[in-house]
């Protein structure tokens, strides 16, 4: 039986996370163009199957398929109606997946508006996370993880609209050649984060293991103790004909966890590109490390 989540993150031990989502749906069948989350009622089955899959290799915690869950963005495919029923399905497969003994992480990514052009107003796009956040919460996550965020307006509002859940909180950003596509610096994004209370920072995305080590040195200089979690991709992605691949084995992700974890991660997992097979290698190299904690 699990025990509260941020309980288990303040406790030390290195925690496991899961993997890709995005590139898993695709290899599953998931077509260019077509919306993720539509999937958690399309073909529960499958959605719930990848969420197995990485319990199964070993993941202390799983997402929820609702990466693109804010209303703003499943109107681009015409289900801002359904944002309350997609997500509130997302959270419940995973779930199920998770039985008794694993976490769920309700996952919310960015809505794709820029508030500084003024294509949408902070109230609309605060209610457009509010109602994905209600669905979570209903489904069953454990916590909320917002990720892949690059503007601090945006991801204010998405941690105000979390914090009605009730639910612990991440949030991640992602960074590239050290700065954020908003241009953020790691240490602007930690220090707005301490600010507003997120409970887990962290980063994802965007590169592979090795090429985090830089940002979570930079987060935990302005977060001397806070928890940290790192999702990378499977290294960085290339372009094969009409194909992007992402080059790192799960020996050579695993490879760097003890690095990861001597900078300062305390969760462990993988974004674009890695597996359950990614996953399993790490948990290897978890255990190894002795008494899977902190240095």
């Known amino acids: 039986m699990r025990i509260p989540f941020i309980q288990a993150v303040q406790s030390g031990k290195i925690l496991l996370s899961d993997g890709a989502w995005g590139t898993f749906l695709q290899a599953e069948g998931l ?33 929820t398929n609702t990466f693109g869950g804010s209303r703003h963005k499943l109107k681009m495919y015409g289900l801002g109606d359904k944002t309350y029923e997609l997500n509130k399905a997302g959270a419940a497969l995973s779930r199920k997946a998770a039985g008794e003994d694993a976490w769920v992480l309700g996952s919310a990514g960015p809505s794709g508006a820029i508030l500084l052009t003024g294509e949408i107003s902070e109230e609309e796009l605060y209610e457009d ?29 998405a941690i105000r609209a979390a914090r009605t859940s009730g639910l612990p909180l991440i949030c ?23 600010e507003l ?17 830089d940002i979570v040195s930079r987060i935990r200089k302005t977060a001397a103790k806070h928890p940290l979690l790192v999702h990378a991709n499977a290294g960085l992605p290339q372009l094969q004909g009409n194909e992007v691949l992402y080059p790192e084995s799960p020996e050579h992700m695993a490879a760097a966890v003890p ?25 290897k190299c978890i255990e190894t490390m002795k008494g899977r904690t902190k240095p």
């Not at 956040?133 to 204010?156: H, K, P, R, V, Y």
């Not at 991640?172 to 301490?194: D, I, Q």
């Not at 690095?259 to 290698?281: L, Q, V």
């Open 31 to 63: 077509k260019s163009g077509d919306c993720p989350e539509a999937w958690n009622l399309s073909h529960p089955e499958r959605v719930e199957a990848i969420a197995r899959s990485y319990i199964e290799s070993g993941s202390d915690m799983v997402e």
């Open 129 to 157: 996370f509010l109602i994905q956040m209600t669905g979570l919460l209903d489904g069953g996550a454990d916590a909320i993880c917002l990720e892949t965020f690059s503007a601090l307006d945006e991801a204010e509002l």
């Open 172 to 194: 991640t950003f992602t960074f590239e050649n050290g700065f954020s596509m908003m241009g953020v610096t790691p240490e602007a994004y930690a220090e707005k984060m301490l």
């Open 197 to 213: 209370g997120v409970d887990v920072l962290g980063t994802n995305c965007g590169n592979g293991l090795k090429g985090m080590l």
């Open 259 to 283: 690095d990861i974890i001597a900078a300062g991660a305390g969760i462990i997992g993988g974004c674009c590109g890695t597996t359950p097979e990614h996953i399993r290698a790490m948990k």
